[in-house]
């Protein structure tokens, strides 16, 4: 049994977990462990490098391969460094919007609207959490207008087909002002980066 660690966003959890799961029930002999960092890492990505070089670290020796499941996700480049020095790959791309969405349909969607706010399954569920008050706006709500001032969109990347996400992100449109739009993309990159790690260790 050929053993894969995934050290991933806390934000793409689920959707790693649905993937892993279906990996193991088609039997093929890789077996996939995933181990998460917390999600509110995505308002701080300064601390992304050296939380995933921890984690990358306290795993070396029990799996045959690491892959890291964030791109590059705001570091500038220092998740990059990390990843180097450490000897493992993290997914491609900047961040999870343009994997999901593939690279030219969100290089499409960026030149259609710069001032466009994404939103994935996750950060449509924990919306208040992470944005609203995660960006201090829930307790001093000039920042809004800070924040979001140039924004003219809200974009939401579906993973899944679910009506009430639908709802809260038409909810989390209205509460910054911004018109809603949805685009389906399933798991888009997260697929083959998993496929290819797959079969590196089978």
Known sequence: ?????VVACGALAKELRHLIASFEREGNGC???LECLPAKLHNRPELIPEAVRGRVRAARGRYRHILVGYADCGTGGLLD???????????????CYELYAGAGAFANLQEEELGTLYLTDYLVRHFERLILEGLGILDHPELQDVYFKNYTRLVYLSQEHDPELDRLGRQAADSLGLRFEKVVTGYGGL???????RERAA
């Open 1 to 5: 049994m050929s053993k894969v660690l």
């Open 191 to 197: 697929v083959d980066a998993l496929v290819e790690i």
């Open 31 to 33: 077996s996939i462990d």
């Open 81 to 95: 460094k990390v990843c180097q020095e450490e000897g493992v790959e993290r997914l491609p791309g900047p961040h």
